[in-house]
Nanobody
Framework: QVQLVESGGGLVQPGGSLRLACVGS????????MSWYRQAPGKERELVAS??????????DYADSVKGRFTVYRDNDVKKAYLQMNKLTPTDTAVYYC?????????WGQGTQVTVSS
């Protein structure tokens, strides 16, 4: 049974930091591109960051809105992907989803709420 479980969300003040984690099971984690998406109320889900899978060095990509503030990384030994979020602003408030994709396989986590507010 495939599962993606996110953790680490919560309430943080503007300028603060959070680290999200996503643990995968039921699939060959290392093969998959791992991505983080977010969806704010009334808005479409958007891609925040992704990190490649497979052999060789992992490559990361970021949405322009988070470049320089967010870092995505992975630890294949423990089947986890992470999103380190720094310098958070209220516009980062959203439900954050973990996604795993390889070939025709596309899996989602249940999401974790991140709220940036004073």
């Amino acid at each position: 049974q495939v599962q993606l479980v996110e953790s680490g969300g919560g309430l943080v003040q503007p300028g603060g930091s959070l680290r999200l984690a996503c643990v995968g099971s039921g699939f060959t984690f290392s093969r998959y591109v791992m991505s983080w998406y977010r969806q704010a109320p009334g808005k479409e889900r958007e891609l925040v960051a992704s990190i490649s899978g497979g052999l060789g060095d992992a490559e990361a990509d970021y949405a322009d809105s988070v470049k320089g503030r967010f870092t995505v990384y992975r630890d294949n030994d423990v089947k986890k992907a992470y999103l380190q979020m720094n310098k958070l602003t209220p516009t980062d408030t959203a439900v954050y989803y973990c996604n795993a994709k390889w070939m025709a396989n596309n899996y989602w986590g249940q999401g974790t709420q991140v709220t940036v507010s004073s």
